[in-house]
Structure formats: C-alpha cells, structure tokens
Nanobody, 119 residues
Framework: QVQLVESGGGLVQAGGSLRLSCAASGNIFSINDMGWYRQAPGKQRESVAMITRGGRTNYADSAKGRFTISRDNDKNMVYLQMNSLKPEDTAVYYC?????????????WGQGTQVTVSS
C-alpha cells in the first residue's frame, strides 16, 4: 500500500506560479514512476508530467517550458513547479505513483489539490 498526500494548490492570477508537493508513505521502496495528472470540470483526467525513480522526465505538450517536475527519493516527495500559469490550467491536480512490476505494477492516487488560475 502507498499513500499520497498533495499540497500547495490555491488561487493565483494568470502569469503567476505555484508549487505542488506530494508526500508518499507506506511501501515507498516499491514505487517506480511518479507523476502529476489534472482534471478540469467536464473533462477527462490527463497526464501533466511524470518522473522515474532515476529522474527521467516526460511532459505533456501543455506543460513543456512552463512546468517542472522533480523528485526527492530520500524525502519520498515529488514536486510540480508551475510557472506562467494560464486560466486553462485550472483543475484538480492529482499525484500518481506506479509500483514496480515486481510489486504488481499498481497505480495509486492522492486526493487531489485544487488549482485555480484567474484571468
């Protein structure tokens, strides 16, 4: 079992910045990839960014150049630095963790944190 708790969401004006944090607990040694997803009202959940345990990253086109994902394996944390925020970034942001295949390859989700960008 893995537990994920997000923090750092809030209300920000367009052009501003926010830093989301996700704390992992439980069987953290079993976690491989971690990432951030978001879901806007009336839309499907979509991937924003992901990072492997080794630090390799991948971003959605909408996040490239504006968002940066990072990970501290010693502290069991993953972060999402969001700059130049736009109103279309408004969504609930979810932290995701995927276990190694040897541990079943299961995915876990946090409860989400609301990000609202005003124009």
């Amino acid at each position: 079992q893995v537990q994920l708790v997000e923090s750092g969401g809030g209300l920000v004006q367009a052009g501003g910045s926010l830093r989301l944090s996700c704390a992992a607990s439980g069987n953290i040694f079993s976690i491989n990839d971690m990432g951030w997803y978001r879901q806007a009202p009336g839309k499907q959940r979509e991937s924003v960014a992901m990072i492997t345990r080794g630090g390799r990253t991948n971003y959605a086109d909408s996040a490239k150049g504006r968002f940066t994902i990072s990970r501290d394996n010693d502290k069991n944390m993953v972060y999402l630095q969001m700059n130049s925020l736009k109103p279309e970034d408004t969504a609930v942001y979810y932290c995701n963790a995927v276990l190694y295949r040897a541990y079943g390859g299961l995915g876990y989700w946090g409860q989400g944190t609301q990000v609202t960008v005003s124009s």
